[in-house]
């Protein structure tokens, strides 16, 4: 396969998915090396598209298209739980960041699009080989979110405010 063809069909994998690929999946797909991948990718973004590299592999942005911020406060044990609340909604988690009072602003990208990416996430966390950012804030953080339509982020943001999760700005 062509290179050119090859980049085609990485857009439309990444364009389907309901979930990031990794590198390696790819790789073994298309029978060529990770670094073929990496640098297919690397043209991909040249020639304009919004492929975004997760810990959990590729995917293709621009698919939501409207963003909000919200302020939260929960316990580790109900990380799942927020994010089943904005997920449930048709939210997507970008992000997490806090705000420390000597450091600034600390933040992590999440790209959270279903339940076992929260799950996963929990289960890194309480672990033990890291703390979440929210412990170095007592439970305050923030999340990016997006979703397709204000509605939706409308919708997010009253679950979020009926289960005590918001805090209000």
Do not use: W
């Not at 298309?30 to 990718?41: K, N, T």
């Not at 020639?47 to 298209?65: D, K, P, Q």
């Not at 804030?137 to 982020?153: I, K, Q, W």
């Not at 409308?154 to 805090?167: M, P, Q, S």
Request: hydrophobic share 45%; proline share 2%.
């Amino acid at each position: 396969m062509k290179a050119a063809a090859r980049r085609n069909e990485i857009l439309s994998l990444l364009g389907n998915a309901s979930a990031a690929i990794p590198a390696g999946i790819l790789s073994d797909k298309f029978a060529v090396s990770r670094q073929v991948i990496v640098q297919d990718i690397a043209v991909l973004r040249a020639s304009g598209y919004e492929v975004i590299s997760t810990n959990r592999g590729y995917m293709l942005g621009g698919v939501a298209h409207t963003r909000r911020v919200f302020k939260c406060r929960h316990t580790l044990g109900e990380l799942v739980e927020e994010a089943e609340l904005i997920l449930g909604c048709g939210g997507r988690i970008e992000d997490v960041f806090v705000n420390h009072r000597v450091y600034g602003r600390i933040s992590a990208r999440l790209d959270i699009l279903n339940k076992t990416h929260a799950e996963e996430l929990h289960r890194s966390l309480v672990s033990g080989a890291s703390k979440p950012l929210m412990s170095v804030t007592d439970g305050y953080h923030y999340h990016t979110v997006s979703a397709p339509d204000e509605e939706a982020l409308n919708a997010a943001e009253a679950a979020l405010r009926a289960r005590g999760f918001l805090i209000e700005i």
